[in-house]
């Protein structure tokens, strides 16, 4: 049986409190207008998930899903990371993906990255070969190319039974890194609160940061799970500079509000961090859906420590 990781069951599961229950409602800005403060800020769509659900089911383009990239790019965001491929039809949303990529860019948005979990067999870990599932995502990175995406980042790989299956998981990203970086594609990891468990004694994310080669897979640093692991995201970014090429932005509810995190050290950090870009995610709310997406734009584009794009130009 396949280990398989529905991102959107995975982070119900891990969050401690319901997703609130507001309808979503359109914001109020003109989807057309123009951002008021320009920084490059990507956003993980599962963050309005409940508005793409059910969406473009016959493959063509809903207009309620092109009007929603309009607003969001009016938000202030300059790129999404997708979160629903599928790798059987080629398709993310339900768009093949030259489509998605027309789709997003005709809000005036780029395809930055997306992502993609794709967990080994039962047989396989018995058998310590992760090779056969070389071939699924030989397909899965062509499409990600067909959909203009610079980046393909694993969610989740779940808390392994073993050091061997953790190490077999190790060589298993690291060799689809690989891949993705001979085809022209960055390859990360993103974490969440479980890899600061200890599998066998050894700390899961030191362990996949040890073992694991950056030429290959860089880490997606999820800061408020990173916290929530217990464990200071500051000191990571020091103890292995250069491995976090990606912040995953994201707060208890909307983005900045809850006091848990320390953004502007972590900002600080970004350039020993190897900082190249930074994406929101908002999984639960307190507000409407968009409302909330656009309450965590507003503070990333307002608060000083965030520059306008990284590396710094």
């Not at 359109?26 to 963050?47: D, T």
């Not at 790129?79 to 790798?87: D, I, L, M, T």
């Not at 499409?143 to 050091?163: E, Q, R, T, W």
């Not at 968009?290 to 520059?307: G, M, T």
């Amino acid at each position: 049986m396949r280990k398989s990781f529905c991102i959107k069951a995975l982070m119900a599961a891990a969050l401690c409190m319901p997703l609130s229950l507001h309808a979503a409602t359109p914001v109020k800005k003109a989807a057309n207008a123009a951002p008021k403060q320009q920084k490059e800020i990507c956003l993980q769509l599962y963050s309005v998930r409940d508005l793409l659900w059910d969406i473009n089911k016959d493959g063509k383009a809903q207009e309620s899903y092109t009007q929603l990239l309009k607003r969001l790019h009016a938000m202030g965001y300059t790129s999404v990371e997708a979160a629903w491929y599928n790798q059987e039809k080629g398709t993310f949303y339900n768009r093949a993906a030259a489509d998605f990529k027309k789709d997003v860019e005709a809000a005036g948005m780029k395809v930055l990255s997306s992502h993609v979990a794709h967990g080994l067999t039962a047989d396989e870990i018995a058998a310590d070969d992760y090779t056969p599932e070389l071939a699924w995502w030989k397909k899965c990175i062509a499409d990600h190319k067909a959909a203009g995406m610079k980046y393909i980042v694993n969610p989740a790989i779940g808390l392994p039974k073993s050091l061997k299956e953790l190490d077999l998981y190790c060589r298993y990203l690291d060799a689809v890194g690989k891949m993705c970086r001979e085809a022209g594609l960055g390859f990360g990891y993103h974490n969440h609160n479980y890899e600061f468990e200890k599998v066998e004694g050894k700390v899961m994310l030191d362990y996949m940061l040890q073992h694991t080669n950056p030429e290959n897979v860089f880490f997606q640093m999820d800061m408020y799970w990173v916290v929530r692991g217990a464990a200071s995201p500051v000191d990571y970014i020091n103890n292995y500079p250069g491995r976090f090429k990606s912040y995953h932005c994201k707060d208890n509810r909307e983005i900045g509000q809850s006091g848990m995190v320390g953004w502007d050290a972590i900002f600080a950090n970004a350039k020993t961090a190897g900082l190249e870009f930074i994406v929101a995610e908002i999984e639960q709310y307190s507000v409407p859906v968009e409302e909330s997406v656009k309450r965590s734009a507003d503070y990333l584009l307002n608060a000083p420590f965030v520059k306008a794009s990284y590396p710094e130009k």
